[in-house]
């Protein structure tokens, strides 16, 4: 039992069946995390990036809020996707579309959530 | 039961009983991220800072490996420390002298790991 609440609220996705194509350039993540910010209100600080080579893509925003970051594995058709907030998320119902439109529709999502205190 | 590797390897400390005056100061927190990767030869790409006013610092490096994140809370001496890698760290044991030294000698950590996947 906690009798205050957490100093911040880590949302951690990994997502499986990613379009390849799509999350092989950082151009393209870029692009899910701009609209996540936009959606949720979340205030961009500074963006971060880096395309790999031969494959693979890293993109890191400095939030007023915390931090947003993904990473791509094109060969695996896998990203991992983390938001880590001072603020909760009133909802990640919006969040299950986006992923979608970004990732492509046949994604799997599995969400882990961590308070930190 | 999983037959193939985790994708990142993913550790997350809380840590208390910081030194406030430490922790306020974006600078501090970014000697601690560079004698990190030094000491685990993480290859820094990008580093991106932000010094909060009144209080507070975030500091988020872009690694080949994935990243390494950090936030400050001076007022409650609590820091939230990431570390994502697409490698296991060896050892963590030097780490928690890595952390008294930055961040005080009274710190009382606690770790997380998680297999991305």
């Not at 205050?4 to 899910?32: A, F, R, S």
């Not at 993109?59 to 880590?84: G, Q």
Request: proline share 4%.
């Amino acid at each position: 039992m906690h009798d205050k609440p957490p100093l911040g609220y880590h949302y951690l996705w990994d997502i499986h069946n990613c379009q390849e194509q799509t999350i092989l350039k950082v151009d393209n993540v870029t692009m899910l995390l701009d609209e996540i910010c936009t959606t949720y209100s979340l205030t961009v600080l500074k963006k971060s990036s880096n395309q790999f080579a031969p494959h693979g893509a890293t993109a890191i925003y400095l939030l007023a809020e915390s931090h947003l970051s993904i990473h791509t594995w094109p060969e695996n058709n896998y990203v991992a996707l983390d938001l880590f907030s001072c603020v909760p998320l009133k909802t990640v119902e919006e969040l299950e579309s986006l992923f979608r439109k970004h990732l492509g529709n046949g994604i799997k999502i599995k969400e882990q959530y961590i308070e930190r205190r």
